[in-house]
């Protein structure tokens, strides 16, 4: 198999089994809803259109929300940036967390010990608390919010890339090509980097999913992205006043998240059992993703 | 040889312990390192908050501040003196249990955290006994008829429920319960300042539902999974051979194997928490630290925030020094001494 086209087959393997079916088609329907969205919808999602709280009419089908804005606009306009922050964040994080991984891996020692002491410290933040600490004082921007998600993964990327790569670089390919005299960037990133494959395209599952959960939490808790833009965990927070007079603009972002993040799991799941060739749920990649399991304790 | 010569004094067997003991030098390695992990968390938070470029000050009281509240501001959290000092102070007073006073309203921040952290303790609390025990009940059973309908709904279950946020959750339980099919619960738990949650189990209902609802898949497919592997091993096997009742193998042969990964899920589910309640308790109004970090962020109340940041990753950093060792003492194979 050619492995710079690895990721692809992996991804083709999950995406043929009955649950990575299903959650890649639930996961890209509301992608592309999210995308299009914004081109589709019939009103602007920024100025008021009609009375607050308005129920379903004809010319807004899910009414309004609380300063008689339409709904179903903002419903549409309201997921490109969560998504957009999410995927980026969730590259960014893993990336990072992959070189630090490799390299204290590969270079043991001290470099190995200092970097997995600034991992212990920075998993001793909850993820949620770390980025409030980020935003609480240096204010609430978007780029704000895509480096303290980033930065909330890395840690534990850094854990789960570390294990991996310290079963690949005692395999004895990697012994030699060392022996050959390969430099150790090259060993690093054309010998051991391949074959974390798969514990890399689960982490990104992993992270894409627990980027949408934090985003959209931190948006609920109004410290994410701000008013008046539209978004989902922010249109929820804005509306449950309004619950019992127009339910929509609470109902359809709560189904909305609730589906993607199901669909990006499940389909996450089914590209960790095609990796694995197990025949039942990696629970233990559960434990040693959220790094307070070292595999020594499995 | 008599029988007094061949034993040992206690101190010299507590030296002969500690010696040979293997699990003795890694709790005390594991402590140093929460100790030196703790310090460090300190230096990271006093940095995010006070010593970042930029004056500390300006950034929470704005552009309009007048120069006489920018000047009480400084002085109050000593921003017009060295870094280092500043932080001496802060870690000096902590340690000695002067949290400092919040911006907010001038009370002492433990006068204004003491009671939330009753509160939410007993929100952790509960949450945590009833969705460990459900989970690992539900993990048990699933493990025991794996294969059957019931395991495959449980575990289709678990692996939805398990990526939802908290806030999804919380507004699902508030519409379904609160306000739209059954008006059955309270939306929102006003506990009265001086009141206990336990006083108000009404009140409890929904949040402690929420968070059981959050962390409890974790457990449970943690759960299933060490129990299937348990039941797989030789050991079981054996048991089964001797003709042994199924429900003898299922409790007394194979949980024993799955305990240290419960414990794992125990300490997991504990961690969990600890973000959890920040967005559940903010969703129900609940009075606790949660909600309270939410405010002090509102508010800029820097005081606050670090006291509670502090807090919160010191219970995570106890919580991980405790499972580890506990999970260590229940695996008789890394416990012998070698």
Redesign the interface.
Known sequence: MNVSWGWVSLLARAARTRRGAIGLTVTGAVVLLAIIGPFIAPHSPTVSQTAPFAPPSGAYPLGSDGIGRDVLSRVLAGGWLLLGVAAASTLLGVGAGLLIGIFAAYRGGIVDSMLM?IV??L???????FA????????RHVWLLLIAVSISHTPQVARVVRAAALDVSARDFVRAVELLGTPSRRVMTGEILPNLLSVVMVELGLRF?FAI?LI??LS????GIQPPAADW?LM??EN?IG??VN?WG??VP?VL??VL??G???FT?AIARASLGLE??P??M??VA?G??SEA?? | MTAVAAKPRAAERLRTFKRKHPVFRLVVVRLLIGVLTLWLVSVVIFAATQALPGNAAYAVLGRSATPARLHAYEVQLHLNRPVIDQYGSWIGGVLHGRFGTSLANGESVSALIGPRLVNSAVLVALSGVISVLVAVILGILTAAKRDTWFDHTASALALAVIALPEFVVAIALVILFAVLVLHALPAVSQIPPGGYPWQYPNELILPVATLVIVIGPYAFRITRGAMIDALESDHVEMARLKGLSSRRVLFVHAFPSAIPPVIQVVGLSLLYLAGGIVVVEYVFNYPGVGAALVDAVSNRDIPTIQFLVLALATFYVVVNIGTDVIALLASPRRRAPQ
Do not use: H, K, Y
Not at chain 1, 123 to 129: I, R
Not at chain 1, 220 to 223: A, T
């Open positions: 002491r212990d410290v998993l001793a933040f909850p993820p949620l608390v409030l600490l980020i935003v609480s004082v240096l204010g999913t959960l959209a939490s609920f808790l109004s410290f965990g929820i927070n449950r619950l019992t339910p609470v109902l709560v998240i609730a993040t199901i990006l799991n499940t799941d039942r749920p629970e233990q559960d434990l959220t307070i399991v304790t499995l």
